[in-house]
T-cell receptor, first 116, second 112 residues
Framework: ETGVTQTPRHLVMGMTNKKSLKCEQHLGHNAMYWYKQSAKKPLELMFV???????ENNSVPSRFSPECPNSSHLFLHLHTLQPEDSALYLC???????????????FGDGTRLSIL | TQLLEQSPQFLSIQEGENLTVYCNSSSVFSSLQWYRQEPGEGPVLLVT?????EVKKLKRLTFQFGDARKDSSLHITAAQPGDTGLYLC????????????FGAGTQVVVTP
């Protein structure tokens, strides 16, 4: 039990589909993150939310749209994805990083996304 | 951009052997975190080192932060199959807000 739950675990979709990834944390944290993990590449930070406000957007294409309705839930809405978007998408949470930048991050087990 | 390079990319050893993996950068970090990721799971934090020259031990794992806070190493003594996984280092920034910079990882396989 990691305290961070991601659904679905696997997702196969066509390039014209719309789908959403969900992340829920039960750790009382107030910062949440989306990362993209591709084989043999460093984790790429996509979005950071602190206290439900987006504080980081690392030049991610607009076909990825995050949503954070409260400090426990984070969504990643997907639309018109490309084959190169196939990857493992990881959600993480931590205490507010603005307080202390060395906060450890707690990860979910990810959603394995395949674009046909 | 602060880049973290991990070496080797892949390491396969027999149970009982020792191994060391490295995490290097040309930039200074405020801290260095090590994570282990097993197949089908997310990364799990092993340790955080924050002081230059710091050494931390976690059972058979020894972590060291370089004096200049630019590099770190992870040494595993008498490796076991349960140590198999992707080892990731992540540097805490000195000039950015809350962002960790991850390396690409070292895949370690320990065979019985």
């Amino acid at each position: 039990e990691t305290g961070v739950t991601q659904t679905p675990r696997h997702l196969v979709m066509g390039m014209t589909n719309k789908k959403s990834l969900k992340c829920e944390q039960h750790l009382g944290h107030n910062a949440m993150y989306w990362y993209k993990q591709s084989a043999k590449k460093p984790l790429e930070l996509m979005f950071v939310y602190s206290l439900e406000e987006r504080v980081e957007n690392n030049s991610v294409p607009s076909r990825f749209s995050p949503e954070c309705p409260n400090s426990s839930h984070l969504f990643l809405h997907l639309h018109t994805l490309q084959p190169e978007d196939s990857a493992l998408y990881l959600c993480a949470s931590s205490q507010d990083p603005a307080v202390e930048s060395n906060q450890p991050q707690h990860f979910g087990d990810g959603t394995r996304l395949s674009i046909l | 951009t602060q880049l973290l390079e991990q070496s080797p990319q892949f390491l396969s050893i027999q149970e009982g052997e020792n191994l060391t993996v490295y995490c290097n950068s040309s930039s200074v970090f405020s801290s260095l975190q090590w994570y282990r990721q097993e197949p089908g799971e997310g990364p799990v934090l092993l340790v955080t080192v924050v002081t230059g020259g710091e050494v931390k031990k976690l059972k058979r794992l020894t972590f060291q932060f370089g004096d200049a806070r630019k590099d770190s190493s992870l040494h595993i003594t008498a490796a076991q199959p349960g140590d198999t996984g992707l080892y990731l280092c992540a540097g805490g920034p000195t000039d950015s807000w809350g962002k960790l910079q991850f390396g690409a990882g070292t895949q370690v396989v320990v065979t019985p």
